[in-house]
């Protein structure tokens, strides 16, 4: 494996690619980078070819210093990787992303697997979509006041205590350090990336691809719920939910992941073959 770097307007992509077989595309959650996928691409790129690839503002990739266009960077790193179509797997903002991209671009989307996806407020919310955005919104004020009072590591191990608390002891600290490491969005007065517009959590029933929905019974009730509108708005979905996981179920239920990942991964490679 070696690392590669793609110019994009006003900036930089970097991105991996491992093994060889049908295409997959792994989209880090939003305080990660391409390490989160260490674990993942062991396994996986032993029958299909991963690209992983930073966010800017993250990991290798350049910083934003102003308004960019999210899909067109992910279109230009599948282009430089040479993927012509292929799986997205987008965790938690990561699923956002690649939502975003397979309703633009769904001629390049085998399928997306959506895992713990985050949306941010709900449009329209039920009564229980309100009350999980205000224990969300009770999450970041505590973030903020942290970030303010004690700096960018307790806010990083803090909210990685809230979002991932059946992780290993080890885990958390590979999680916090990845927060750390990527702590440039913490302090952003706004992120600069554009996503659809009207945005994708607004157009479910448009997507084409199919999509899968994993989420963990220990997430914030929030996503939970995002996943149910994933699946009850998208025209072709499932919806599987463990009952041991957390945010990141490839850390906090890394069997029942690598079961769930494998099966929709070689399942849209089978149909390509067949129906390509």
């Known amino acids: 494996m070696r690392g590669h770097f793609?110019?994009?307007?006003?900036g930089y992509l970097y991105f991996?690619?491992?093994g060889d077989g049908p295409d997959v595309v792994l989209l880090n959650g939003g305080l990660a980078d391409t390490r989160m996928w260490d674990s993942t691409v062991a396994w996986l790129a032993k029958f299909a070819r991963v690209t992983t690839w930073d966010y800017r503002d993250n990991g290798l990739s350049s910083a934003s210093f102003g308004p960019y266009d999210e899909i067109a960077d992910l279109l230009a790193v599948l282009d430089a990787a040479g993927v012509s179509r292929a799986v997205l797997v987008g965790?938690?903002?990561?699923?956002?992303?690649?939502?975003?991209?397979?309703?633009?671009?769904p001629d390049r989307v085998a399928s997306v697997c959506v895992v713990a996806g985050s949306f941010g407020e709900f449009p329209d919310p039920t009564p229980e979509e309100e009350a999980a955005r205000v224990v969300m919104r009770t999450h970041f004020a505590e973030i903020a006041d942290l970030l303010e009072t004690e700096g960018i590591p307790a806010a990083a191990g803090h909210d990685v205590d809230g979002w991932c608390p059946q992780v290993t002891e080890a885990d958390r600290r590979l999680l916090t350090g990845l927060a750390v490491a990527n702590s440039r969005i913490l302090t952003m007065p706004e992120a600069h990336?554009?996503?659809?517009d009207?945005?994708?959590?607004t157009r479910f029933a448009e997507l084409e691809p199919p999509i899968h929905v994993i989420v963990g019974k220990h997430d914030f009730q929030g996503t939970q719920l995002w996943a149910r509108r994933i699946a009850d708005q998208a025209p072709t979905t499932t919806l599987s939910v463990l009952p041991h996981a957390d945010h990141m179920?490839?850390?906090?239920?890394p069997a029942a992941f690598r079961e769930w990942l494998t099966h929709h991964a070689q399942a849209a490679s089978y149909q390509a073959v067949s129906y390509g």
Do not use: C
Not at 91 to 105: E, K, P, Y
Not at 193 to 196: C, I, P, R, T, V
Not at 198 to 201: C, G, N
């Open 6 to 10: 793609v110019d994009v307007p006003e």
């Open 16 to 18: 991996e690619q491992h």
């Open 91 to 105: 965790s938690s903002d990561g699923g956002r992303r690649a939502l975003g991209f397979a309703h633009r671009h």
């Open 193 to 196: 990336g554009q996503e659809l």
């Open 198 to 201: 009207p945005p994708v959590k």
């Open 249 to 253: 179920p490839m850390f906090s239920a």
